[in-house]
């Protein structure tokens, strides 16, 4: 099977902040923004945006604002009105793609499309992939994974001891051998230590955050217009069944896959399942 084309592209989000992303495919064919979740990076989607060039898309996946190699916001502003900013940018460059983001980053596309309904714009993106996230969460399944990122200020001292600390992570994945994938993940700080690729800012609890308190993601759901896909890990502690049916009363055209097997991190716990889902959505609605 051949390898589709790979390329850097680049945009300026909210604040000026510059936006990172590789591109798979070529730009003709129909575009699909992959948007990675808190504390990835777009590496986290080199299978399923290989896989979509391989069927006739150009997949582009992107660092969020602060993370990986996009830059890191001089201001801290790390809030869901700034992913809004980013995920429009990336929209209007790529001419209304699909748009596909895994927990952080389906937030930032619910948001987005939820408040330009509201505010009477016409939709950023052409459709919606909501990957283990919904209008609301589970707080334990959220509150292990900010002790996570948080966990580990002073970073690590080989890549090894932060393998360690994944496999305890995530104990239902087994742990690499080959650590390649994972230095992509962390950056060499000036104290000779490993830290992961993100702005510690962006954990900050006091950094700048929406101005639109008063929208709740229930309330943006219900004004979604375009085609919309929501993907749950069935092992998800973040997701529940519960939430991923109420979302469905509140987005009654939505579609629905529960992924068996995979936990949160549903594309890295089954990627040939979750990329089937999309694809085949994709397919539905192209």
Same mark, same amino acid.
């Given at each position: 099977m051949s390898t589709p084309l790979h390329s850097r592209v680049t945009c300026t989000g909210a604040n000026g902040v510059g936006l990172v992303a590789?591109? @798979?495919?070529?730009?003709?064919?129909?575009?699909?923004?992959?948007?990675?979740? !808190? !504390?990835? =990076?777009?590496?986290?989607?080199g299978g399923t945006a290989a896989t979509l060039a391989r069927t006739g898309f150009y997949a582009?996946?992107?660092? *969020?604002?602060?993370?990986?190699?996009?830059? $890191?916001?001089?201001? !801290?502003? @790390?809030?869901?009105?700034? +992913?809004?900013?980013? =995920?429009?940018?990336?929209?209007?460059l790529l001419g209304r793609p699909v748009v596909v983001g895994a927990s952080m980053?389906?937030?930032?596309? *619910? $948001?987005?499309?939820?408040t330009r309904a509201r505010d009477g714009l016409e939709p950023a993106g052409r459709a919606l992939v909501m990957v283990d996230i919904a209008h609301r969460t589970e707080p334990d399944g959220v509150a292990r994974i900010i002790s996570f990122m948080t966990g580990r200020p002073e970073g690590f001292a080989t890549l090894d001891e932060a393998a360690d600390a994944i496999a305890e992570y995530l104990p239902h994945r087994p742990r690499p051998t080959n650590l390649d994938g994972l230095a992509r993940n962390l950056r060499l700080g000036d104290d000779g230590r @490993?830290? $992961?690729? $993100?702005?510690?800012? +962006?954990?900050?609890?006091?950094?700048?955050?929406?101005?639109?308190?008063?929208?709740?993601? /229930?309330?943006? /759901?219900? *004004? *979604?217009?375009?085609?919309?896909?929501?993907?749950?890990?069935?092992?998800?502690?973040v997701l529940s069944e519960e939430a991923a049916q109420e979302f469905l009363t509140l987005v009654p055209h939505a579609r629905y896959v529960d992924v068996g097997d995979a936990h949160h991190m549903v594309a890295g716990d089954k990627n040939d399942s979750f990329t089937t889902a999309v694809v085949e959505f994709l397919g539905e609605i192209r």
């Open positions: 590789d591109a @798979y495919g070529h730009p003709d064919d129909p575009a699909v923004l992959l948007l990675h979740g !808190g !504390g990835q =990076t777009r590496h986290s989607w582009v996946s992107a660092d *969020l604002r602060g993370h990986g190699d996009s830059d $890191w916001d001089p201001e !801290g502003h @790390y809030g869901l009105d700034a +992913f809004r900013v980013d =995920t429009e940018a990336w929209c209007a980053g389906g937030m930032a596309g *619910l $948001w987005t499309e939820g @490993y830290h $992961w690729h $993100w702005d510690p800012a +962006f954990m900050d609890p006091d950094r700048p955050r929406t101005s639109n308190a008063g929208d709740t993601f /229930a309330d943006l /759901a219900r *004004l *979604l217009r375009i085609p919309v896909l929501v993907v749950r890990g069935r092992m998800s502690d």
